[in-house]
């Protein structure tokens, strides 16, 4: 979250921020711009403030009680592989799309964090602030990634899918921890 919110500041500062961005945003491979750090990078920039309050409002919110549950090492791992996947994801969508447009933001590793939370806690019931109806957090899960796939499908926010990348991310690692196939049977 520190990290996140110092990065932000930085990016306020005019064309030293733009500079920033432009160095760490991930952009498309064909883009002259594109550097392979990018792929983590990115992660710790957003667009807007509301942008960043929200990452970090989910990040407290879902992220907590996995830190403590899985240590931070374990955590930081888990957060690492989500917002790698939703990198991925993102360079795979605009190379076969034509998309020219950069992606910032932490939500792959959120999405990562949802997923995990509906996994190890599906029947828990939640208040979320969007819409304020009390669900179960697989209901919740669900619907967020619903609406994810549908706006990136629609094409109205390409960066949507790059969520969907993080959901894969948090699913790959959590069946590679638990020793599920197609990893083997040894629980890490």
Not at 39 to 50: E, K, N
Not at 94 to 119: K, N
Not at 136 to 158: E, Q, R
């Amino acid at each position: 979250m520190l990290a996140c919110t110092a990065f932000f500041c930085l990016e306020q500062l005019g064309a030293a921020g733009n500079l920033l961005v432009t160095w760490l945003a991930l952009f498309p491979v064909k883009s002259s711009l594109f550097w392979p750090w990018q792929l983590v990078t990115y992660a710790f920039l957003h667009a807007d403030t509301l942008h960043l309050f929200f990452n970090m409002l989910a990040l407290w919110m879902f992220g907590s009680e996995l830190e403590l549950l899985w240590g931070r090492k374990r955590y930081m791992a888990f957060l690492a592989m989500g917002a790698l996947f939703g990198g991925l994801t993102y360079m795979v969508v605009t190379a076969l799309l034509g998309v020219s447009s950069a992606l910032v933001g932490f939500s792959g590793a959120i999405y990562a964090l949802l997923l995990a939370s509906a996994l190890l806690f599906p029947t828990r019931t939640i208040m979320p602030l969007f819409p304020p109806i009390p669900m179960k957090m697989i209901t919740f899960v669900i619907v967020f990634g619903v609406i994810a796939l549908v706006m990136g499908v629609s094409g109205t926010d390409y960066g949507a899918l790059a969520h969907l990348g993080g959901m894969l991310g948090g699913w790959i690692t959590m069946r590679y921890w638990r020793g599920q196939p197609p990893f083997g049977t040894r629980r890490r």
